[in-house]
Nanobody
Framework: QVRLVESGGGLVEPGGSLRLSCAASGSISSINVMGWYRQAPGKERELVARITDGGSTNYADSVKGRFTTSRDNAKNTVDLQMNSLKPEETAVYYC???????????????WGQGTQVTVSS
């Protein structure tokens, strides 16, 4: 019913920047929260950043000051600008959206397919 498509991952040198994008489509009435998780090999998935429909943001302590998330409510998109990337931030990055479907009062969480970010020289 809802599909999230990510783009923008890739290989970047330490200290470099990448911008991830995620677009949601389908039977969407509204999206409360959109955000990003990441999962490195052998580690648990961790929250990187989230943003409400009102524009309030939260970030993991490890990325504050370097990462910025933004969204376009009209287009149902969310971006993650990542600066000063570190090798230990190599991971698969997943976007998510907490969606209220058309004709349904519940909120459902949907996930993107994940995009690989590799930070290496």
């Amino acid at each position: 019913q809802v599909r999230l498509v990510e783009s923008g991952g890739g290989l970047v040198e330490p200290g470099g920047s990448l911008r991830l994008s995620c677009a949601a489509s389908g039977s969407i009435s509204s999206i409360n929260v959109m955000g990003w998780y990441r999962q490195a090999p052998g580690k648990e998935r961790e929250l990187v950043a989230r943003i409400t429909d009102g524009g309030s943001t939260n970030y993991a302590d490890s990325v504050k000051g370097r990462f910025t998330t933004s969204r376009d409510n009209a287009k149902n998109t969310v971006d993650l600008q990542m600066n000063s990337l570190k090798p230990e931030e190599t991971a698969v990055y997943y976007c998510y959206a907490d969606v209220q479907l058309v004709g349904n009062s519940r909120t459902w969480r949907y996930w993107g397919q994940g995009t690989q970010v590799t930070v290496s020289s």
